[in-house]
């Protein structure tokens, strides 16, 4: 089943060609397989790391901010993730208890602490993972360097395409 449709009702496509409104149908559909592999990987990583959206983007936050060597809090959490500071505290709890992250002491503030991930859950990471984005990134590669400006030029197009528009701005 074709998921969008060739219905003009909301796009000029006057100066279109039939084949050039094929063609434009063609990226829809790929980029709609590709969201469904990334949602599926999304889903995959979250069951072989028993955690929820809210837990991985965490980890993900704090194993990046690792490698840069910098500190995260339990407010750097919460802004990252979009939680309030009382379900920040539930998930660092929930994630320490399953072994994933450490509290430490803050190297400059003695009022808050820091948070790590645990080298065994960044070893998992990087081994399944980081795996996965490596194949990402070698898809890009065999791109050449016009292919790749195309590619940026169209998704930074996209990405402001997406920007929420009338009725879904006002939410």
Not at 70 to 83: F, K, L, N, S, Y
């Amino acid at each position: 089943m074709k998921y969008f449709s060739n219905d003009p009702e909301f796009s000029d496509r006057s100066q279109l060609t039939q084949s050039e409104i094929t063609q434009c149908m063609s990226v829809m559909e790929a980029l709609r397989d590709w969201r469904e592999a990334d949602q599926a990987l999304s889903e995959a990583s979250r069951r072989y790391m028993r955690l929820n959206e809210s837990d991985m983007r965490a980890i993900r936050m704090l194993m990046q901010a690792q490698k840069q060597g910098q500190v995260v809090t339990p407010r750097d959490i919460a802004h990252e993730v979009g939680i309030s500071s009382a379900s920040t505290t539930k998930l660092i709890d929930r994630l320490v208890a399953a072994g994933h992250l450490i509290r430490a002491p803050h190297p400059k503030d003695q009022r808050t602490i820091c948070i790590n991930v645990t080298p065994q859950t960044a070893q998992a990471a990087r081994k399944t993972i980081g795996r996965q984005h490596a194949r990402r990134f070698d898809a890009v590669a065999a791109m050449s360097s016009d292919e790749r400006k195309v590619v940026v030029r169209f998704l930074t197009a996209l990405a402001e395409a997406d920007e929420p528009q009338g009725d879904l701005a006002a939410q």
